[in-house]
């Protein structure tokens, strides 16, 4: 039986996910997928689990989804997760469904990884993006459905990724990790109201997805977890991130389309995506783009960032090999406290998927603006360092202020870069001109 308190709980969160107070000229999240009632309403204790963090779970998680797939109730079916600990191995989600987890729940992944399910390579990777062949099937995944949610009363999705990553130290693993949460060929996928945590991999992938939304989240892993991303968009449209937090071990948002040969066969690029009110910290980036961007990135706009302790705070990378492009790219009102470098755009980052890439496969990067940057205890400004035979153009810097860290400070670096610059502290590199005469930035300014 399900308790009359979650539907309580489903709807106090109508008012966090359709805020008020949003700006004329914003887009709301809940524009792009809206909250949904289902008005079927299932227990997974119905099918005989239990929450005490040591019974395996896996065949009743199985039996519940299988009954929501089959029974296709109209308006689709909420699976409810009451208080405890639900130890289980992975499982995939179907379509028209509500995985909802109550206050005190935690969905908790087992640490036997001996019988962990193995899935194909994404097409546009062309093997598991840390070893050859497959990889290892993501803890909670979804493949080719849609009209999916995934929210709470903050509760907790736990990878219990630390036996992957010793593993991983020690090279005894023989495909790629996994993902804590994938999304395959999916369309209006919504993720609110939830904390995920030690994430095998990275944490959140939606992969050739659209329609996805992901606000209201925590996202937690050690700071020395290896290669822990936040949420990776990854050759996906129309998704917007906002009102998250996220503290892991690698960047704290990338975007990404494609690994070399791969993603340029594959063609998908990422587009239309907005991320809104980020805070986090990482020893890697904090906004970034790439370095996997074979498909194409445009039309990205992330703003109203918070960053501490972090490596790189906005940081676009790619390589030669990658060939695609990444254009119309807006990063605004950002904070720094403690980071590296303040911005990083870099044509030199990035291994790749074989030998058999294409080396006059050359990337462009054009049309980025990075205004209304302030960053403190700065160990270097930035660098932007292009590719001699695909300088990048149309480099907006405006009211960017990043001030330094006593004696260990740095100013800018630059190479093979165009574009304009105005009111920004160190003084920028030649290579951008301090004017507003340049047509195509003169809106930044």
Not at 214 to 231: E, F, H, Q, R
Not at 363 to 382: E, R, S
Request: hydrophobic fraction near 35%.
């Amino acid at each position: 039986m399900v308790p009359f308190q979650v539907w309580i709980g489903v709807a106090a969160l109508f008012p966090l996910l359709f805020p008020c107070s949003l700006a004329v000229s914003e887009v709301s999240c809940a524009d792009v997928v809206p909250m949904k009632w289902r008005r079927d309403v299932i227990s997974i204790a119905d099918f005989g689990a239990v929450g005490d963090g040591k019974t395996l779970n896996t065949w009743p998680f199985k039996k519940a989804i299988y009954r929501i797939q089959h029974m296709r109730k109209r308006g689709g079916t909420m699976l409810y997760i009451p208080p405890g600990v639900w130890l289980t191995g992975s499982f995939s989600l179907t379509s028209h469904m509500t995985l909802f987890l109550g206050r005190g729940a935690i969905i908790k992944a087992t640490q036997d990884t001996t019988n962990w399910p193995l899935v194909d390579p994404l097409p546009s990777y062309g093997r598991g993006r840390e070893l050859p062949g497959k990889r290892y099937m993501s803890f909670i995944q979804g493949d080719s459905i849609t009209d999916v949610i995934i929210t709470g009363e903050n509760g907790t999705i736990d990878g219990q990724g630390e036996v992957w990553w010793n593993k991983w130290r020690k090279r005894s693993l023989y495909h790629t990790r996994p993902n804590l949460l994938e999304f395959k060929n999916c369309r209006d996928i919504l993720i609110s109201n939830i904390v995920f945590q030690n994430s095998p991999f990275w944490n959140i992938h939606p992969v050739y997805c659209s329609n996805v939304v992901i606000k209201y989240v925590t996202v937690l892993a050690p700071y020395d977890s290896p290669n822990t991303d936040g949420i990776d968009p990854d050759s996906s449209s129309n998704v917007c991130i906002e009102d998250a937090h996220i503290s892991t071990g690698d960047d704290l948002v990338a975007i990404k389309s494609g690994w070399d040969e791969y993603g340029i066969a594959y063609g998908r690029p990422s587009s239309g995506i907005t991320i809104r009110r980020l805070t986090g910290s990482s020893p890697f980036s904090g906004i970034a783009i790439g370095s996997e961007t074979s498909g194409g990135v445009d039309n990205i706009l992330a703003e109203n960032i918070n960053l501490y302790d972090t490596g790189f705070g906005i940081h676009i990378k790619t390589n030669v090999g990658r060939g695609g492009y990444i254009r119309n790219v807006t990063v605004m009102n950002v904070n720094m406290n403690k980071v590296r470098q303040g911005i990083r755009i870099a044509g030199d980052v990035g291994d790749h998927p074989d030998e058999y890439f294409n080396r006059y496969a050359v990337p462009t990067v054009d049309g980025v603006t990075i205004k209304n940057v302030w960053g403190l205890d700065i160990q270097q400004a930035g660098s932007i360092q292009g590719i001699r035979s695909s300088p990048f153009t149309r480099i907006c810097l405006s009211n960017v202020k990043l001030w330094g860290a006593g004696a260990r400070y740095e100013s800018w670096r630059c190479m093979d870069v165009t574009g304009a610059a105005l009111g920004v502290q160190p003084g920028p590199c030649s290579e951008l001109a301090n004017t507003v005469s340049a047509g195509f930035c003169s809106g930044a300014f």
